[in-house]
């Protein structure tokens, strides 16, 4: 660094350069940031170094794919099956730290009242509030619908629906949330 110095300071035709090639190791030196090369990045000890390239992270980029939900706390409901009139499982598509979902449960009510479906989700994350996952559903045979909220104990996509008899129903559902930490 010491020759470096000497040379821009003693040497009247490299002092006046913005820059110096050193000949021995290619580094460009330059006395400010903007004379740097384009592609190149303005270090502490005045060399232009290859700009630093961020890794991407989980929260950047895309991802999609289909997956079978599994349940788990269901109230007043015989198991469900996923799909349904020809419908697949569930489709979901992550864009940076935000997934949406879309799906169809189809599902047997045990009596009149409130069923509550949990379904997991395709991409895991953690709820701190019931708001951080919404999203809708309606219902196929009953002609209504109702909201998919976020269940905070169990990181679950939670379909709640008053349904007034006992029977067969299907839900066509889509949600969105975001990845905690994105």
């Known amino acids: 660094m010491r020759t470096i110095l000497a040379a821009l300071l003693f040497a009247p035709s490299l002092a006046a350069a913005a820059c110096f090639v050193h000949p021995d190791t290619g580094t460009t030196y330059c006395s400010a940031a903007s004379e740097c090369p384009q592609g190149t990045a303005w270090s502490h000890t005045q060399a232009c170094v290859a700009a630093p390239v961020a890794a991407p992270t989980f929260c950047e980029g895309t991802a999609s794919g289909s997956y079978s939900p599994t349940t788990s706390a269901d109230i007043n409901s015989k198991p469900v099956t996923f ?96 990845i905690k930490g994105c």
């Open 83 to 178: 799909g349904g009139l020809g419908a697949p499982p569930a489709m979901w598509a992550r864009v940076g730290g935000i997934v949406q979902v879309a799906g169809a449960v189809q599902y047997y009510a045990l009596a009149a009242g409130v069923v509550q479906i949990h379904l997991s989700l395709p991409v895991a994350t953690e709820f701190e509030t019931f708001v951080d996952l919404a999203g809708t559903f309606a219902a196929l045979f009953e002609n209504s619908g109702g909201q998919v909220v976020g269940f905070v104990q169990g990181n679950t996509a939670v379909l709640h629906y008053p349904w007034a008899r006992v029977g067969n129903e299907i839900l066509r559902y889509s949600y969105t949330y975001r």
